[in-house]
Nanobody, 121 residues
Framework: QVQLVESGGGLVQAGDSLRLSCTAS????????MGWFRQAPGKEREFVAI????????AYADSVKGRFNISRDNAKNTVYLQMDSLKPEDTAVFYC??????????????WGPGTQVTVSS
């Protein structure tokens, strides 16, 4: 069993940066790939970034490539999402998830409650 809690969201202006954190409880954190997803009002949950269990392999949605960076620290049971050059269209609830190395939300077993990111223009 893995429990996830996100933090670091907030209200920022376009062009600003935020770093989201997701801390896991449970001893099997390092065996899971970790993903970040987001959901804007009225839209489906969408893939943002994923990180393999080792942190060596990563992948990003085209919409965030070059602006966002995912990393993890298995000693701290934490995965991060560094978000730079934020845009108003990045406004969403951001979720972290633990599961298989995939961009599909259905392949993830554990989810955090989410953290709101709002980017004003």
């Amino acid at each position: 069993q893995v429990q996830l809690v996100e933090s670091g969201g907030g209200l920022v202006q376009a062009g600003d940066s935020l770093r989201l954190s997701c801390t896991a409880s449970g001893r099997s954190f390092s065996s899971y790939a970790m993903g970040w997803f987001r959901q804007a009002p009225g839209k489906e949950r969408e893939f943002v970034a994923i990180c393999s269990w080792s942190g060596i392999s990563t992948a990003y949605a085209d919409s965030v490539k070059g602006r966002f960076n995912i990393s993890r620290d298995n000693a701290k049971n934490t995965v991060y999402l560094q978000m730079d050059s934020l845009k108003p269209e990045d406004t969403a609830v951001f979720y972290c998830a633990a599961g298989d190395y995939s961009a599909q939300p259905s392949t993830y077993t554990y989810w955090g409650p989410g953290t709101q990111v709002t980017v004003s223009s």
